[in-house]
């Protein structure tokens, strides 16, 4: 059974800085790109970033600059390093794989960390 478990949202003042987590279970995680897609009040899901099974990233232009993702093979983990923070982050951040790409989301969804930016 493939589970997918977010954590380390919360509520940050505009500029400030999270780091999410994704701890995967019942995949080959360290085979598989992984990613994170974040979806605001009243929005549609957006992806956000992109890894890799060998670490190459991509990132949405809103975020390039500010996040990072990444990963721990060993842990079956995901991070996404999100610094600079502005209100328009605010949405929840969802993690997804197996198979995430640019253009195709993967299988599998977590349930969601609420991320919220505000003064």
């Known amino acids: 059974q493939v589970q997918l478990v977010e954590s380390g949202g919360g509520l940050v003042q505009p500029g400030g800085s999270l780091k999410l987590t994704c701890a995967a279970s019942?995949?080959?995680?360290?085979?598989?790109?992984m990613g994170w897609y974040r979806q605001a009040p009243g929005k549609e899901r957006k992806l956000v970033a992109t890894?890799?099974?060998?670490?190459?990233?991509y990132y949405a232009d809103s975020v390039k600059g500010r996040f990072t993702i990444s990963r721990d093979n060993a842990k079956n983990t995901l991070f996404l390093q999100m610094n600079s923070l502005e209100p328009e982050d605010t949405a929840v951040y969802y993690c997804?794989?197996?198979?995430?790409?640019?253009?195709?989301?993967?299988?599998?969804w977590g349930k969601g960390t609420l991320v919220t930016v505000s003064s």
């Open positions: 890894i890799t099974m060998s670490g190459r990233t």
């Open positions: 997804n794989g197996p198979g995430t790409t640019m253009t195709r989301s993967g299988t599998y």
């Open positions: 019942g995949i080959i995680f360290q085979f598989n790109a």
